[in-house]
T-cell receptor, first 112, second 114 residues
């Protein structure tokens, strides 16, 4: 049972344009959501998070949107840069459990 | 170093062999997690420690998997009688406290069971 789903295995975007990565979840108990970025042969690194009491959180070029009624979140990267090429993981948790539940990841490629 | 350190970086084991994977978390981090990442998948939770106490081991796939953190710092994940399905990247992560804190991941140990 995949509680966190990233339905797009890959995404290709032109440099300078907006990248939008999507994530859906099924567990309504989740109240904290995060995005991680992973380069080959490295561990995931934290990018941005959002609590369920908010619907938007922004950090520089990165914005995460949360739609609780649709159980959907998205990560927007504007403008996209070549260094953004990586695998992006969506993750979720609830306050009763310390563990994060990850999606399968989306490989983002930024083309010059 | 300042980050989470894992060793070995790569491990090849024959089926049936026992392996031990080591994690050095960031100094002072109370919480430590182990995740398993199969090829093309996201990390899956294995177990969680707060200091030396193992508070959640619900993700360990079988009793062949055992983790410890005896002094609340370094942790070891042991897999006994390895099977081919154990082949994966094993990621360790730490955080200052726990929930609501971002996790810092190590680069992982890639285990291949032949």
């Amino acid at each position: 049972d995949q509680q966190v789903k990233q339905n797009s295995p890959s995404l290709s975007v032109q440099e300078g344009r907006i990248s939008i990565l999507n994530c859906d979840y099924t567990n309504s108990m989740f109240d904290y959501f995060l995005w991680y970025k992973k380069y080959p042969a490295e561990g995931p690194t934290f990018l941005i998070s959002i609590s369920s009491i908010k619907d938007k959180n922004e950090d520089g070029r990165f914005t995460v949107f949360l739609n609780k009624s649709a159980k959907h979140l998205s990560l927007h990267i504007v403008p996209s840069q070549p260094g953004d090429s990586a695998v992006y993981f969506c993750a979720a948790s609830n306050q009763g459990a310390q563990k994060l539940v990850f999606g399968q990841g989306t490989r983002l490629t930024i083309n010059p | 170093g300042a980050g989470v350190s894992q060793s070995p970086r790569y491990k090849v084991a024959k089926r049936g062999q026992d392996v031990a994977l080591r994690c050095d978390p960031i100094s002072g981090h109370v919480s430590l997690f182990w995740y398993q990442q199969a090829l093309g998948q996201g990390p899956e939770f294995l177990t969680y420690f707060q200091n030396e106490a193992q508070l959640d081991k619900s993700g360990l796939p079988s009793d062949r998997f055992f983790a410890e953190r005896p002094e609340g710092s370094v942790s070891t994940l042991k897999i006994q009688r390895t099977q081919q399905e154990d082949s994966a990247v094993y990621l360790c992560a730490s955080s200052q406290r726990g929930f609501g804190e971002k996790l810092f991941f190590g680069s992982g140990t890639q285990l291949s069971v032949l």
